[in-house]
């Protein structure tokens, strides 16, 4: 059994704290002056006071070499995109693929025209683009799951390669056309144990890699 990411309580946690300006506001402090990658940004520019910024590793608790990404707003002082992505080595994929394990967005209606399509820009122009293979995380809610077969089927329009993958047995069921998404959904999603060592993989090659 793959070693267990993160609680999924900390989930809703880190959620709630993101909603509370407070709270909020300590994150911003605490990430606002990490690096900048507004320049390595294929889509944009964002409007003025908003900027795209990068934290490696900062988070002690997780086990896994990690990165956050977040949009802040520096004329609100506040936080109103978050990501965090871990790095998850596969040796029968023969690869580190990234896992987005975390997504949030501020609900304020200010914000809404800036994060229009940004968790789907930052998914395939830059977490793809840049690591090439992305895998989903162990623990999805409904949104998550939407979320990413969506995704799947940008990748399929895209030319990617799609695969279904089980963690333990090494199982891998290519995923060629759109009706092999809805033919995967009951595989690769549910209540059962075994849906937890079950992934989705995006990747911009063949699996398992070959060098």
Same mark, same amino acid.
């Given at each position: 059994?793959?070693?267990?990411?993160?609680?999924?309580?900390?989930?809703? %946690?880190?959620?709630?704290?993101?909603?509370?300006?407070?709270?909020?506001?300590?994150?911003?402090?605490?990430?606002?002056?990490?690096?900048?990658?507004?320049?390595?940004?294929?889509?944009?520019?964002?409007? *003025?006071?908003? !900027?795209?910024?990068?934290?490696?590793?900062? #988070?002690?608790? #997780?086990?896994?070499?990690?990165?956050?990404?977040?949009?802040?707003?520096?004329?609100? %002082?506040?936080?109103?995109?978050?990501? @965090?992505?871990?790095?998850? %080595? &596969?040796? =029968?994929?023969?690869?580190? *693929?990234?896992?987005?394990?975390?997504?949030? @967005?501020?609900?304020?209606?200010? !914000?809404? +025209?800036?994060?229009?399509?940004?968790?789907?820009?930052?998914?395939?122009? $830059?977490?793809?683009?840049?690591?090439?293979?992305? #895998?989903? &995380?162990?623990?999805?809610?409904?949104?998550?799951?939407?979320?990413?077969?969506?995704?799947? $089927? /940008?990748?399929?329009?895209? +030319?990617?390669?799609?695969?279904?993958? /089980?963690?333990?047995?090494?199982?891998?069921?290519?995923?060629?056309? &759109?009706?092999?998404?809805?033919?995967?959904? &009951?595989?690769?999603?549910?209540?059962?144990? !075994?849906?937890?060592?079950?992934?989705? #993989?995006?990747?911009? =090659?063949?699996?398992?890699?070959? $060098?």
């Amino acid at each position: 059994m793959p070693q267990q990411l993160f609680d999924p309580a900390d989930v809703q %946690k880190t959620f709630s704290m993101l909603t509370v300006d407070s709270h909020n506001t300590t994150l911003l402090n605490e990430i606002s002056l990490r690096a900048s990658v507004d320049d390595e940004l294929s889509f944009g520019p964002f409007p *003025p006071g908003y !900027h795209f910024v990068r934290a490696e590793n900062r #988070i002690a608790g #997780i086990p896994n070499e990690h990165f956050e990404l977040a949009l802040v707003n520096e004329i609100t %002082k506040e936080i109103v995109y978050y990501n @965090r992505v871990i790095y998850q %080595k &596969d040796a =029968f994929l023969n690869y580190m *693929p990234v896992t987005q394990i975390l997504i949030w @967005r501020s609900p304020k209606p200010s !914000h809404r +025209g800036v994060l229009r399509d940004l968790p789907g820009k930052v998914f395939s122009q $830059y977490l793809l683009e840049k690591y090439n293979v992305i #895998i989903t &995380d162990r623990h999805q809610t409904r949104d998550g799951m939407s979320f990413w077969q969506s995704r799947l $089927y /940008d990748a399929i329009a895209s +030319g990617h390669h799609l695969y279904a993958y /089980d963690m333990i047995t090494c199982e891998m069921r290519p995923i060629m056309k &759109d009706s092999d998404i809805g033919n995967q959904v &009951d595989w690769l999603w549910g209540d059962e144990e !075994h849906h937890q060592n079950r992934l989705a #993989i995006i990747s911009k =090659f063949p699996l398992p890699a070959v $060098y």
